[in-house]
């Protein structure tokens, strides 16, 4: 069985960090991309961040880079969001998201395969 669990979200001052992680199995992880994706209360998903665990090339949106780093431990086939500079903007429902890596397009969601159910991530002003 396929398994996305996401954990580390909570509540925090504008300003300050977090650190979400996503625990994947039932899948072979390097054959996948791992990606991050957020949807605050009526807007669309949209992508954060993505890695290919196999070599390790990353991808970010305009809005977070510099700000939010993501990483891989193969050896726990785990993929790690590390959010500092936290602004009230970033407050939504951070999901992680698996991609076979032949599909393109990191940010798009209707290319992942398989979902978390998501943390809150709520940063307060």
Do not use: H
């Not at 290919?52 to 809005?63: L, M, P, V």
């Not at 431990?73 to 429902?93: F, R």
């Amino acid at each position: 069985e396929v398994q996305l669990v996401e954990s580390g979200g909570g509540l925090v001052q504008a300003g300050g960090s977090l650190r979400l992680s996503c625990a994947a199995s039932g899948f072979t992880f390097d054959a996948y991309a791992i990606g991050w994706f957020r949807q605050a209360p009526g807007k669309e998903r949209e992508g954060v961040s993505c890695i290919t665990s196999s070599d390790g090339s990353t991808s970010y949106a305009d809005s977070v880079k510099g700000r939010f780093t993501i990483s891989s431990d193969n050896a726990k086939n785990t993929v790690y969001l590390q959010m500092n500079s936290l602004k009230p903007e970033d407050t939504a429902v951070y999901y992680c998201a698996a991609r076979a890596r032949w599909k393109y397009g990191w940010s798009f969601p209707g290319n992942y395969d398989y979902w978390g159910q998501g943390t809150q991530v709520t940063v307060s002003s």
